[in-house]
C-alpha cells in the first residue's frame, strides 16, 4: 500500500557531506510525519530526525546543528541534509512516514534502509 524507496547513501570521508531522499508512493491519502532514523552494528535504532506535515522538526543531540530535515509534500519525499559528517554517524539510514493509505488507517511505513560509511 505505502512504499519508501530511499537513495543517496554510500562512502564519505569524515568532514564531508551526504544527502540522502525517500520517496513514498502507493495508494496514500495524506501522510503526517517522515522521518529518519539509522542503525549502527550491534546497537539499536535510533531516531535522526523527523520532520511533521507542517514541517516542524526535531532532532537528535547527536546531529543537531550538522543535519537537517527537509520535505516536498508535492512529491511526497522527505531529504536529509548531512553536514560535517563524523565516522559514528557510520549507520544503515531507515526513511519513515506516518501514512494514511486508501484501504487502511494510520500507520507507520518503513524503507529498506541505505548504507552510509563515513571512514579515511
Known amino acids: 500500500q505505502v512504499r519508501l524507496v530511499e537513495s543517496g547513501g554510500g562512502l564519505v570521508q569524515p568532514g564531508g557531506s551526504l544527502r540522502l531522499s525517500c520517496a513514498a508512493s502507493g495508494s496514500i491519502l495524506a501522510i503526517s510525519a517522515m522521518g529518519w532514523y539509522r542503525q549502527a552494528p550491534g546497537k539499536q535504532r535510533e531516531l535522526v530526525a523527523t520532520i511533521t506535515s507542517g514541517g516542524s522538526t526535531n532532532y537528535a543531540d547527536s546531529v543537531k546543528g550538522r543535519f537537517t530535515i527537509t520535505r516536498d509534500n508535492t512529491k511526497s519525499t522527505v531529504y536529509l541534509q548531512m553536514n560535517s559528517l563524523k565516522p559514528d554517524d557510520t549507520a544503515v539510514y531507515y526513511c519513515?512516514?506516518?501514512?494514511?493509505?486508501?484501504?487502511?488507517?494510520?500507520?507507520?511505513?518503513w524503507g529498506q534502509g541505505t548504507q552510509v560509511t563515513v571512514s579515511s
Open positions: 519513515n512516514c506516518n501514512a494514511l493509505p486508501r484501504y487502511s488507517d494510520y500507520g507507520d511505513y
